[in-house]
């Protein structure tokens, strides 16, 4: 059965600076990879997913994610962060014959002004 | 942009009780879902629902779980009698061909059983 894995619960980053959020998935054959994001109060929205070619995908807001199947990750990153991306990220996995997607546990990013 | 709306924002109930949470999805939506959210955990797969059954469901989804499509708009998952451990925020979603394909996730309805 698939599985993901969030490590960090918490993030804090300053407004303009770098982002990188990990995400480790474990699943035997080839995954499908996604991120969402929660602002709050609100549902889940798709921000990128993996199925399949170029490892590294684009996705809204600016976000990109690069799978590495030798590391098991499917890394989130932005080159600089706003205020308004403050908001709890999940990475999920998905199989073709399945009609679900598993979620990690998210992680909360706070933006410092 | 359509979207998939939940009612109500939030259900309070007493332990025993049986809820109804209500999901209108996107209307050219053919795909399911309803997954649950206990404060501060991750977020968790329940049920899928397709052509008017299920399509998978979790060890979560026991007997005192059930969702119907009753009109062909409302998506439905009803608690038949609720426990404390109920308790969570749950977000129904939709898609157009499977699980593979955008989840569009309602801003889910918060359930609190006492």
């Known amino acids: 059965a698939q599985s993901v894995t969030q490590p960090d619960i918490h993030i804090t980053v300053s407004e303009g600076a770098s982002l990188e959020l990990r995400c480790n998935y474990s699943?035997?054959?080839?995954?499908?990879l996604f991120w969402y994001v929660q602002s709050p109060g609100q549902g889940l929205q798709l921000l990128l997913k993996y199925f399949s070619g170029d490892t590294l995908v684009q996705g809204i807001k600016g976000f990109e994610a690069e799978f590495k199947r030798s590391q098991s990750s499917f890394n989130l990153r932005k080159p600089s962060v706003h205020w308004s991306d403050a908001a709890e990220y999940f990475c999920a996995v998905g199989a073709d014959r399945d009609d679900k997607i598993i979620f990690g546990k998210g992680t909360r990013l706070h933006i410092l002004p | 942009e359509p979207e998939v709306t939940q009612t109500p924002s939030h259900q309070v109930t007493q332990m025993g009780q049986e809820v109804i949470l209500r999901c209108v999805p996107i209307?050219?939506?053919?795909?399911f879902y309803w997954y649950r959210q206990i404060l501060g955990q991750k977020v968790e797969f329940l049920v899928s629902f397709y052509n008017n059954e299920i399509s998978e469901k979790s060890e979560i989804f026991d007997d005192q779980f059930s969702v119907e499509r009753p009109d062909g708009s409302n998506f439905t998952l009803k608690i038949r009698s609720t426990k404390l451990e109920d308790s969570a925020m749950y977000f129904c979603?939709?898609?157009?061909?499977?699980?593979?394909?955008?989840?569009?996730f309602g801003n889910g309805t918060r359930l609190t059983v006492t």
């Open positions: 699943y035997g054959a080839t995954p499908y």
């Open positions: 979603a939709s898609s157009r061909m499977g699980a593979l394909t955008p989840l569009h």
């Open positions: 209307s050219n939506h053919l795909y």
